[in-house]
């Protein structure tokens, strides 16, 4: 059965270039995962929701579907998702049970929005992005309470979360 990794984390502060990394080290390993990118799930399968409060709520409650289809497959499911609210991730958690693991992706808004690496905080900032996550009064981000692993990506290098992630898979 596999292990449900749920990474939660603003938009540019690192959580798919540490799966990617992570998900290399793994496979050199002969595990089998499966990855569900929030935005590739988004654009490739739930295209009909846009970025409302209730819509993100759907969107993670798919992707925690899609989630239980893949476990008896995979060793692990990589789940690479904004995911802003804590109640959506404990539904998620409650769904999948003992095998979810919640990762933070800790970096401040201040520093993902100095990253920009999409462009799109800049476009929010501009009003040109509606409900843009953490920017938008209506839709925070509410970081976890009690993570299974927190990886401070702001205070350390990428190869130092990289490192304390496997690690913690070990």
């Not at 693991?101 to 509606?130: F, M, N, P, Q």
């Amino acid at each position: 059965m596999a292990k449900v990794l749920w990474f939660t984390g603003l938009s540019g502060s690192g959580k798919t270039t540490i799966v990617d990394s992570v998900v290399e080290i793994l496979k050199q390993k002969g595990k089998k995962i499966k990855i569900l990118d929030g935005d590739d799930v988004r654009a490739k399968f739930h295209t009909h929701l846009g970025f409302s409060v209730e819509d993100i709520k759907e969107n993670n409650r798919l992707i925690t579907l899609m989630c239980l289809e893949y476990m008896d497959s995979h060793d692990y499911v990589f789940v690479p998702i904004i995911s802003p609210f804590i109640e959506s991730r404990a539904k998620a958690k409650q769904m999948v049970g003992e095998f979810f693991k919640e990762i933070h992706i800790k970096c401040s808004l201040d520093e993902c929005i100095r990253r920009d690496v999409k462009g799109h905080y800049k476009k929010a900032l501009a009003g040109e992005i509606e409900n843009f996550i953490g920017v938008a009064k209506q839709v925070p981000y509410e970081p976890p309470v009690n993570p299974d692993l927190v990886l401070d990506t702001e205070n350390k290098s990428i190869k130092e979360v990289i490192s304390e992630l496997v690690s913690f898979l070990d």
